[in-house]
């Protein structure tokens, strides 16, 4: 079974929009993280935000909130006010047993695409 | 602040050819991590080193193999190269610990012809 599910290959929004990218998580560890990030067509992977299984607020940094439904096994990933420079691929990740060397699974990615 | 240096940037071999990737972690960083990332693919996790053994190993075909020095930084040697092995390469740094976020190279992109 898919450990990540991202729902939504492609997403369109115009300027100063705000717009949602869907993430669905599938774990059985108590302790995990999940993490956006972000590939423009240059290639790199910028990493976003974070949100920790025990938090229990969530997450925002800039433009960029995360929408954690626990129950729901969701982490949304708000863009608001979308800028231009937003197109990119989006990647939902998460890592199991998060204080330890555990890797990142992702997600398939969602491509966003802003218009003037 | 310095970040995860990979070299080199791109890379054109052709199949049989072996080709060794470097990776330079953030300093301090105890845990570095190796993905592979087809074309329209997600990263795939290959495999991860911690304070210089090996940690974890993914889908890391037999033909590759890595190591972490004593500097800390990692290679990925890759032999017998496919066409199928034409990816983009992230090495990713962090330190172990809760709250702690991945952060990645620029990759490295080869292409076999």
């Known amino acids: 079974a898919q450990k990540i599910t991202q729902t939504q290959p492609g997403m369109f929004v115009q300027e100063k929009e705000a717009v949602t990218l869907d993430c669905t998580y599938d774990?059985?560890?108590?302790?995990?993280?999940l993490f956006w990030y972000k590939q423009p067509s240059s290639g790199e992977m910028i990493f976003l935000i974070y949100?920790?299984?025990?938090?229990?607020q969530n997450a925002t940094e800039g433009r960029y909130s995360l929408n954690f439904q626990k129950a729901r096994k969701s982490a949304n990933l708000v863009i608001s006010a979308s800028q231009l420079g937003d197109s990119a691929m989006y990647f939902c990740a998460m890592r199991e047993a998060d204080s330890g060397y555990s890797t990142l699974t992702f997600g398939k990615g969602t491509m966003l695409l802003v218009s003037p | 602040a310095a970040g995860v240096i990979q070299s080199p940037r791109h890379l054109i071999k052709e199949k049989r050819e072996t080709a060794t990737l470097k990776c330079y972690p953030i300093p301090r960083h105890d845990t570095v991590y190796w993905y592979q990332q087809g074309p329209g693919q997600d990263p795939q996790f290959l495999i991860s080193?911690?304070?210089?053994?090996?940690?974890d190993k993914g889908s890391i075909p037999d033909r590759f193999s890595a190591q972490q020095f004593s500097d800390y930084h990692s290679e990925l040697n890759m032999s017998s190269l496919e066409l199928g092995d034409s990816a983009l390469y992230f090495c990713?740094?962090?330190?172990?610990?809760?709250?702690?976020?991945?952060?990645f190279g620029q990759g490295t992109r080869l292409t076999v012809v």
């Open positions: 774990t059985s560890d108590q302790s995990y993280g």
């Open positions: 949100q920790g299984s025990y938090d229990e």
């Open positions: 990713a740094s962090r330190v172990v610990g809760p709250n702690t976020e991945a952060f």
């Open positions: 080193f911690y304070e210089k053994m090996q940690s």
